[in-house]
């Protein structure tokens, strides 16, 4: 453990901290070494708070139905979070007014883009800061809270048991129809018991987070957060300019493949529960039996990859950095959790024997691989990544480890007939992706809409994006409020849009590991992850190989690559 933190240091209170805080901000400075000692120790005491609340989030999504891990999280974004709130907005104009600062983001300092990169990140989080708004931050992190806690205790009666939602979306993957349509009924009856739960958290989300825009300045919350979350390389604009290519190039593709599939079950009528099932009516793939044999399978999975990236996942196996297994309690959904402190993150999942899990695990841990690699980097700040960048990391890892999944497969149908999923994923993912990006910019940007006008607005949207081939006739209240289930919308906003613009990427390097040279696309793959935030995005993605470009050119040429994969 670093020194300026003591040895054995626990935050129990907001007050057990604010004295390191104090140290730093009345610490002199004066000369440029000062300047990055002064640095490193305001980097380790982030690190430590960082992994402090990590360990909070981590322990009350694995089991929501523990009060105990629930306090201790609330504590955190009710107690402590808001009082150190100001304490790191003062070590942040320490920072900008510090007469060394323009010394480090100089040329002729071999790390200059690195340090300019941060301190422009120090500088906007100084300009968008406002006390008014901490108890509100406060506020929408105890009602994401909430959100994931209903969303972690849904669960159906089947056949006299009680499963997750998850494990009842396996029946989605069975030939027999009746069985999939009873599942798909019963998993939406379930959702629709918390639809006015869920209803009135978001109404208050969206009054709280268009005050904290106000408050700051803003015309909008959608502004607020570009501006929040450091988006400087791409505006609003290239964010419709990027649905519109979608539209054009993306869903041509997508209703291709939902005709196709259509065809083949040779059914008059797709309905919502025809569209995970195997086309051919062949059983789902399975390909493990539980979280050990997923994780042992993954391992090898990746050695074949780079015998490092495997080392990533049994270093965290050996640490117990992974909790794999879907169950009753569990917080939906899948993450890697870096540890600031520790220098290791942990994967966060919900695996029940399909093929999404595969796709999970490896995705994950190409999050996982990433923070491994920018372990060496000697501040926080140059590690925390844009999503721009953390989903590069990962989705490319989907496409790039399909290579190795004989490992789960023992027959080579079964292993082509996992990698067409998988494109296929792809392609239909992109104007998912769209569809919730442009529904978050309509909602901020209409702040005062009605829950009548948000479902219309939605349903719109989704018109725009989809096939029009599945039929949900009858089924229109499903479709109506589907948008609930994507926690992104409910937790972090306008964090959904970088999946796509990664995954451009992602085709990007895959497409080279192709049609160019494997050596060549893994050696970018790595090269990236080990700039961290040092260099911007766009810069990052060149060294990756690929472009920073979401352009109705640039989306076509790489939708024809994924099609010729396909096909």
């Not at 002199?28 to 708070?49: C, M, Q, R, T, Y």
């Not at 999504?61 to 907005?89: G, M, R, W």
């Not at 539980?290 to 090898?300: A, Q, S, T």
């Not at 990859?305 to 909790?323: A, I």
Request: net charge negative; with cysteine.
């Amino acid at each position: 453990m670093a020194s300026f933190i003591p040895e054995g240091f626990r935050i129990d209170s907001a007050q057990s901290v604010v004295t390191l805080f104090n140290e730093l901000l009345e610490r002199p400075i004066n000369h440029v070494g000062d300047f990055n000692n002064w640095l490193k120790d305001a980097s380790d005491l982030e690190s430590h708070i960082s992994e402090d609340m990590a360990w909070r989030y981590i322990r009350m999504t694995c089991d929501t139905k523990n009060k105990d891990h629930e306090s201790k999280y609330l504590q955190f974004v009710q107690e402590i979070q808001p009082q150190l709130a100001p304490l790191e907005d003062q070590l942040n104009r320490k920072i900008a007014e510090c007469s060394f600062t323009q010394e480090l983001e100089n040329e002729s300092n071999p790390r200059s883009t690195a340090h300019r990169i941060y301190f422009r990140g120090v500088r906007k989080a100084i300009e968008i800061f406002r006390e008014e708004n901490i108890e509100i931050q406060s506020e929408l992190s105890t009602l994401a809270q909430e959100y994931s806690s209903i969303q972690g205790s849904m669960s159906i009666d089947w056949n006299g048991e009680e499963i997750t939602l998850q494990k009842a979306s396996n029946f989605l993957l069975e030939p027999d129809r009746d069985l999939r349509q009873k599942a798909w009924k019963s998993i939406q009856q379930r959702r629709t018991q918390d639809t006015e739960k869920l209803e009135n958290i978001f109404d208050l989300m969206v009054a709280k987070r268009h005050q904290m825009a106000v408050n700051a300045g803003f015309d909008n919350y959608r502004d607020y957060m570009f501006a929040a979350l450091g988006r400087y390389d791409y505006n609003a604009q290239d964010c419709k300019d990027f649905h519109k290519a979608i539209e054009e190039h993306v869903v041509p593709l997508t209703k291709k493949v939902t005709l196709k599939r259509k065809e083949q079950m040779q059914l008059e009528v797709l309905k919502p529960w025809d569209t995970s099932v195997d086309p051919l009516n062949r059983p789902a793939l399975k390909p493990f039996s539980n979280g050990v044999d997923l994780l042992e399978k993954g391992i090898k999975n990746l050695h074949q990859l780079d015998p490092f990236f495997s080392q990533c996942l049994t270093t965290m196996k050996e640490k117990g950095l992974l909790d794999l297994d879907s169950r009753v309690g569990k917080a939906p959904g899948g993450y890697n959790y870096p540890l600031a402190e520790t220098n290791m993150p942990f994967i966060f999942m919900n695996a029940t024997g399909n093929l999404r899990d595969v796709e999970t695990l490896v995705h994950e841990a190409g999050h996982a691989i990433h923070s491994f690699l920018m372990a060496p980097l000697s501040l926080n700040a140059f590690k925390n990544t844009p999503s721009e960048v953390a989903e590069l990391a990962s989705m490319s890892m989907e496409l790039l480890s399909m290579e190795g999944w004989q490992h789960y497969f023992d027959s080579p149908e079964d292993l082509q007939r996992a990698k067409m999923e998988q494109i296929e994923g792809v392609i239909n993912t992109l104007p998912w992706i769209a569809t919730v990006d442009a529904f978050q910019h309509w909602i901020y940007e209409n702040p005062n809409h009605s829950r009548e006008d948000r479902m219309n607005a939605w349903n719109q949207i989704q018109e725009r994006f989809g096939t029009g081939v599945v039929d949900y006739t009858g089924l229109e209240f499903a479709k109506n409020h589907a948008w609930h289930r994507q926690l992104h919308i409910f937790e972090v906003p306008f964090y959904y849009i970088e999946y796509g613009i990664a995954q451009l990427g992602a085709i990007g390097i895959w497409k080279n590991y192709v049609e160019k040279s494997r050596e060549e696309a893994l050696a970018g793959y790595t090269n990236f992850m080990k700039l961290g935030y040092t260099q911007s995005i766009p810069d990052i993605y060149s060294a990756a190989g690929v472009r920073f470009d979401f352009s109705p050119q640039y989306v076509s040429s790489l939708m024809n690559f994924v099609e010729s994969q396909w096909n």
